[in-house]
Nanobody, 123 residues
């Protein structure tokens, strides 16, 4: 079975940091674009960052310079280091995988696999 399991969410004060992780299994991880998405209450889900099979990355303007996406192919793990967190970053964060043009503007419907999410609260 395909599984994407996020962890690392929590509560943090503005200016703080968190590191999210996503453990992937059940599909050819190395051949998929991986991404982090978030959804705040009352808002649409938005792409935060993506990382392609060759390691190239793409970020939403709102997180550039503060967030870093990375992956460990040996461990099938995706990470998101979040620094200088702001209250606007509060949301449920999801990891996803798909065979897509791997940029944050890609259609979310093209991401085949999704995790259940981990909550990030900045206050």
């Amino acid at each position: 079975d395909v599984q994407l399991v996020e962890s690392g969410g929590g509560s943090v004060q503005p200016g703080g940091s968190l590191r999210l992780s996503c453990a992937a299994s059940g599909f050819p991880y190395f051949s998929h674009c991986m991404g982090w998405f978030r959804q705040a209450p009352g808002k649409e889900r938005e792409a935060v960052a993506t990382i392609d099979t060759d390691g190239s990355t793409s970020y939403a303007d709102s997180v550039k310079g503060r967030f870093t996406i990375s992956k460990d192919n040996a461990k099938n793990t995706l990470s998101l280091q979040m620094n200088s967190l702001e209250s606007e970053d509060s949301a449920m964060y999801y990891c996803a995988a798909g065979i897509v043009f791997c940029v944050v503007t890609a259609s979310q419907e093209s991401f085949t696999y999704w995790g259940q999410g981990t909550q990030v609260t900045v206050s």
